[in-house]
């Protein structure tokens, strides 16, 4: 059975810094492309950022130059470190793993950015 349990998420302060971590269980997810979609309140879940199983990475516009994902496969982990943070960032963020048709998603772990 497919699992990916995201953690690090929480409350942080404009202009902070917060690391979101994802493990992957029931899948070979070096096979896997993976990646992080957000879902601010009354608006459609949004690409943020993926890295492919042979390591190459894209992001959403709105965040280049700010966040960053990176995975570690011999743990079944991917990581999406976010800084300079700013309100427009909160959001549910929901990590995925893809390998052609099939996809999997995490529960979602709330990032609200607020003084």
């Known amino acids: 059975q497919v699992q990916l349990v995201e953690s690090g998420g929480g409350l942080v302060r404009p202009g902070g810094s917060l690391r979101l971590s994802c493990a992957a269980s029931g899948i070979s997810f070096s096979f896997y492309d993976a990646g992080w979609y957000r879902q601010a309140p009354g608006k459609p879940r949004e690409f943020v950022a993926n890295?492919?199983?042979?390591?190459?990475?894209n992001s959403a516009d709105s965040v280049k130059g700010r966040f960053t994902i990176s995975r570690d496969s011999g743990k079944k982990m991917q990581y999406l470190q976010m800084n300079n943070l700013n309100t427009k960032d909160t959001a549910v963020y929901y990590c995925?793993?893809?390998?052609?048709?099939?996809?999997?998603w995490g529960r979602g772990n709330q990032v609200p950015v607020s003084s």
């Open positions: 995925h793993a893809r390998l052609g048709g099939s996809v999997s």
């Open positions: 890295i492919l199983s042979g390591g190459s990475t």
